[in-house]
């Protein structure tokens, strides 16, 4: 049986490797990745670890954060965290570029992984009987979250109805979260 250190690790590596394989990055550098992220988290640190190894050592692609790029382009919409990536997407300069992508990854990688740590959170609560609580996607509350907004609008009845197939982020760079809610709670808000 797994301590809930051990499942929390698991549930933190599903996600983790659900969103890196949407990348061509090698199994062997995301492993190596994979632990050093588990241990750092957002800090300033994981992203020079994911620098130093993606941006001259290793060539990878993200065919993913391409066609969404490619996406918010045609409509002129981009997502806020992606300005810094929209103007790299538009220049000549490569190494902009590939620093950008690498931020994005780092935002990525983590929130998939947190989404999934929140998952296996919620369905072992459920499991050993609190019962009295649901998930539900939550966007940022500023203007700048409507193209999240939009997209996570089509995820939210699946995840209302159990169906957890589809879990944020939902494209490169997505700070839509899961959310436990207490059913009856002080904090329950209609689901939209």
Not at 4 to 23: M, Y
Not at 50 to 75: I, M, N, Q, V, Y
Not at 94 to 100: I, M, P, Q
Not at 161 to 187: C, E, M, N
Request: charged share 30%; proline share 4%.
């Amino acid at each position: 049986m797994m301590t809930e250190q051990e499942r929390r690790r698991a549930s933190w590596h599903d996600g983790f490797n659900r969103a890196i394989g949407r990348t061509t990055i090698a199994e062997a550098i995301a492993r190596d990745l994979a632990s050093n992220l588990f241990d750092e988290g957002f800090s300033k640190r994981a992203q020079q670890i994911l620098r130093s190894t993606l941006l001259f050592r290793h060539e990878w692609g993200w065919p993913e954060l391409d066609e969404w790029a490619g996406r918010f382009s045609a409509s002129r919409r981009w997502p806020e965290i992606w300005k810094n990536y929209a103007d790299a997407y538009r220049a000549a300069d490569d190494n902009e570029k590939r620093s950008e992508r690498i931020a994005l990854l780092h935002h990525y990688l983590l929130f998939a992984a947190s989404n999934a740590q929140l998952l296996a959170d919620f369905l072992a609560g459920q499991q050993s009987g609190w019962s009295q609580r649901r998930l539900e996607l939550r966007c940022t509350e500023d203007r700048s979250g409507a193209i999240e907004k939009s997209i996570a609008k089509t995820f939210q009845k699946l995840i209302a109805a159990g169906d957890y197939s589809q879990l944020p982020p939902f494209f490169p760079g997505d700070r839509t979260s899961l959310v436990s809610i207490r059913i009856g709670g002080p904090h329950e808000r209609p689901s939209q």
